[in-house]
T-cell receptor, first 114, second 112 residues
Framework: NAGVMQNPRHLVRRRGQEARLRCSPMKGHSHVYWYRQLPEEGLKFMVY????????ESGMPKERFSAEFPKEGPSILRIQQVVRGDSAAYFC????????????FGPGTRLTVL | SQKIEQNSEALNIQEGKTATLTCNYTNYSPAYLQWYRQDPGRGPVFLLL?????KEKRKERLKVTFDTTLKQSLFHITASQPADSATYLCALGAGGGNKLTFGTGTQLKVEL
């Protein structure tokens, strides 16, 4: 039973470029969460999605960041016009249903902005 | 605002001893508390969940306590091994389908 998959594992972008991070949840899981971990800081919630719906985006920066979880395919976290401060590890987690308390994390995507 | 505190200093202990990690929180009434393990360059791995109406939970060499009056959880690893060396994160949740709020983690190092 494959776990949560994220790709790419490492992503390097220059300032002003776009970054697209992908997350495939565990089989049978329809709920996806994105978290960001800045150096020397804890994991911070960004957004919670179900298929074709954004449920909670209270942790998303107001500009440049967007997320989707289409009916088919992986969830995508998109960062437009990246800045150096966006450099971080981005983790995706999934759960089987909305009332499941446990979230299962992927290996993360490490974004470096030059 | 909600605040979760874990020992920021690394905890070094000798193999075979019991490691005890602390998680304190303020301005929060969680429905449950979870502990995760994170190794360098990897994602967090779920270890244990304890609910607000539970005092203690055990899983093999792991034990978690949860005191909602003190607003504190203790995480114990008995008979510790070098393979237990990692960063341990505590996370609070308000209920199913909700975001987790994480502490910054405590780094544990088990020495031979």
């Amino acid at each position: 039973n494959a776990g949560v998959m994220q790709n790419p594992r490492h992503l390097v972008r220059r300032r002003g470029q776009e970054a697209r991070l992908r997350c495939s949840p565990m089989k049978g899981h329809s709920h996806v969460y994105w978290y960001r971990q800045l150096p020397e800081e804890g994991l911070k919630f960004m957004v919670y999605l179900q298929k074709e719906n954004i449920i909670d985006e209270s942790g998303m920066p107001k500009e440049r960041f967007s997320a989707e979880f289409p009916k088919e395919g992986p969830s995508i976290l998109r960062i437009q016009q990246v800045v150096r401060g966006d450099s971080a590890a981005y983790f995706c987690a999934s759960s089987p249903q909305g009332n499941s308390d446990t979230q299962y994390f992927g290996p993360g995507t490490r974004l470096t902005v030059l | 605002s909600q605040k979760i505190e874990q020992n920021s200093e690394a905890l070094n202990i000798q193999e075979g001893k019991t490691a005890t990690l602390t998680c304190n929180y303020t301005n929060y009434s969680p429905a449950y508390l979870q502990w995760y393990r994170q190794d360098p360059g990897r994602g967090p791995v779920f270890l244990l969940l304890i609910r607000e109406n539970e005092k203690e939970k055990r899983k093999e060499r792991l034990k978690v306590t949860f005191d909602t009056t003190l607003k504190q959880s203790l995480f114990h690893i008995t008979a510790s091994q070098p393979a237990d060396s990692a960063t341990y994160l505590c996370a609070l949740g308000a209920g199913g389908g909700n975001k987790l709020t994480f502490g910054t983690g405590t780094q544990l190092k088990v020495e031979l």
